[in-house]
Antibody, heavy 121, light 106 residues
């Protein structure tokens, strides 16, 4: 079964750090780009970061650039998001999502269930 | 690239035909996907490449458009379709989502 499972969320104080993980199974992880998407309570979806299959291309939303670092370990079928200098506005459910990329289209076709990050004093 | 969905919310009845629109602030060719999200759940892709139905998605869902104007249509609403719908552009980074359309039962 194709699956993505996030972990590492929790309560952290403003200015603190947290590392999220996403372990995948059921497909060849090293062949796909993967993304982090977040959703603040009661709000819409916000794309956070993307990493290509070989880690050669990495992109960030302006709201997290310089504070968050995306990485992956293909040998461990794992995706990571290191989050530093956390702010209250980073409070959200964080989803990892597989991206399917073709010649003239792409989409996030498989999503994890998400992990909640709460930034509060 | 900003995506503007309309309406932001919509009340409809089972059996109704509904259309949600998504307008991009600049051309994105057909790099648009539609997602359905139910409370407490992860989003689920319905449509990709603006008009291609994801495997396993009922044929009552359809998508049209290219460039800047896109639509998602549900031909005959079923009880399980009441959810929030998002469009997403994947033409260029940063990827962006529309603000969402909440579809509620009338």
């Amino acid at each position: 079964e194709v699956q993505l499972v996030e972990s590492g969320g929790g309560l952290v104080k403003p200015g603190g750090s947290l590392r999220l993980s996403c372990v995948v199974s059921g497909f060849t992880f090293s062949s796909y780009s993967v993304n982090w998407v977040r959703q603040a309570p009661g709000k819409g979806l916000e794309w956070v970061s993307s990493i290509s299959a070989d880690s050669g291309y990495i992109y960030y939303a302006d709201s997290v650039r310089g504070r968050f670092t995306i990485s992956r370990d293909n040998a461990k079928n794992s995706l990571y998001l290191q989050m530093n200098s956390l702010r209250a506005e980073d409070t959200a459910v964080y989803f990892c999502a597989r991206e399917v990329i073709a010649v003239a289209w792409s989409a996030f076709d498989i999503w994890g269930l998400g992990t909640m990050v709460t930034v509060s004093s | 690239i900003q995506l503007t969905q309309s309406p932001s919310s919509l009340s409809a009845s089972v059996g109704d035909r509904v259309t949600i629109t998504c307008r991009a602030s600049q051309g994105i060719s057909s790099y648009l996907a539609w997602y359905q999200q139910k409370p407490g759940k992860a989003p689920k892709v319905l449509i990709y490449a603006a008009s291609t139905l994801q495997s396993g998605v009922p044929s009552r869902f359809s998508g049209t458009g290219s460039g800047t104007d896109f639509t998602l249509t549900i031909s005959s609403l079923q009880p399980e379709d009441f959810a929030t719908y998002y469009c997403q552009q994947l033409n260029s980074y940063p990827y962006t989502f529309g603000q969402g359309t909440k579809l509620e039962i009338k």
